[in-house]
Every structure is written in C-alpha cells, then in structure tokens.
C-alpha cells in the first residue's frame, strides 16, 4: 500500500503543502486545525514528537472532520498502532526498514516513508511502493538530487520535507517528480504561542495557492 493505495485521491494530491506540525499542548490541536483547512491545506501531519501528539490527532480526528489528520516521526510497530487508535488516516516516518514497512502496511492505512538516497528510493519501488517522503530534503541533496532522480526513476513521487519554506517550495513544486511539500512556515512560533490563529489561516492560504508549472 503506498500514499494512493487507499480509496479517493492520494494525501499528496490534496493541497501543494503538508503542513507538519509539533504540538506541545493538545488543547491548540482543534483551533489550528481549523485554520490550516480554513486556509485550504486539509492534510496535516502531527509528527508524534511530543506527549500530546496522540491526544491532537485523536481531537482533530473527532473534532475537524474536513481535516485529514496524519501522523509523522512514526519510527515503529508500536507507534504505527497507536497513531491508527488515535485517528490518523495516513502515516509519515522519516526512513524505513523492511519492519517498519511490514507495520505499515498492516495499519491499511496509507503512508509515505522516507527517503534520501536512489538505492532507498528503488527498494521501496521493489517493493511496490511509488509515493515516498524525501527526506531531509536541503541537507539530501535539494532540489538538484531530486530533479536528477526524475528520469531514471520516473515511477517514484515525492513530498519533500526539511528545510523547504515560503522562498523555495515552488521551485520544489516545480519539479515533475513532487506532488507535495512539507513545512512548518505556515505555522511560525510566536503565531503558535499566541494562538493567532488568523495569521496561521492566512499563511495556510498563502501556502495552498502554490501550483507546479507542470
């Protein structure tokens, strides 16, 4: 099962960017949540890095139904079960193993695991996989990695995560082997720590209007 294997349009065809998000209180999960989809990006990961993570996912899943709220960092069997008890409707890890893929795959639910390198990328075709997280994405190569991966591996499609931001996703985006991006610059620190949820919607809107060339 890949990022498309699931019924509807694949996680990464449903807005230019993920926005990836840490939580620290899951009281802030349903009112950022609504911004982020009121903005026009309804697919959020909520990386499981903090003790709230669980609790966010399981109050977006309950409380912002437009929202398709996934789960990131997910490292393990354990985690892939607890984020699919909490809600997440897709999953997101950083890297992979055959075991991490096995557990994936057994959550039915869908995923993209994370690449950096053309020999991870062919395994996972191997594989059957064809949708994958590109990752780090700047300190991997960036952009000139990933436009050279595109004609011998024409089957793989990427989201590309780490160091992407408002100055370089559309170059990002431009490429034709991404279909998505994902960052946090939609959620700067001092808009989370005051709850400006307005200027979370708006940045949100900023993001979603991003389109590829082709």
Known sequence: MTASAAPGPSVLDLAPVIP??????????????????DGGLPAIEVTLRTPAAHEAIRAIAAEVPEAVVGAGTVLGAAQVRTAAEAGARFLVSPG???????????????????????????????????????????????????????????????????????????DYLALP??????????????????RDWDRVRALAAEAAALRTAG
């Not at 009281?27 to 911004?35: Q, Y």
């Open 96 to 170: 992979w193993t055959d075991a991490l893929l096995a557990a994936l795959r057994g959550s039915g639910l869908p995923f993209l695991p994370g690449v950096a390198t053309a020999s991870e990328v062919l395994g996972l075709l191997e594989r059957g996989v064809t949708e994958m997280k590109f990752f780090p994405a700047e300190a991997a190569g960036g952009l000139p990695y990933l436009k050279s991966l595109a004609s011998p591996l024409p089957r793989a499609r990427f989201c590309p995560t780490g160091g992407i931001g408002a100055g370089n996703a559309a």
């Open 20 to 37: 990836v998000v840490v939580l620290e209180d899951a009281a802030d999960a349903v009112p950022l949540a609504r911004a982020l989809v």
């Open 177 to 194: 082997n991404v279909a998505c991006v994902g960052g946090t610059w939609m959620l700067p620190p001092d808009a989370l720590s005051a």
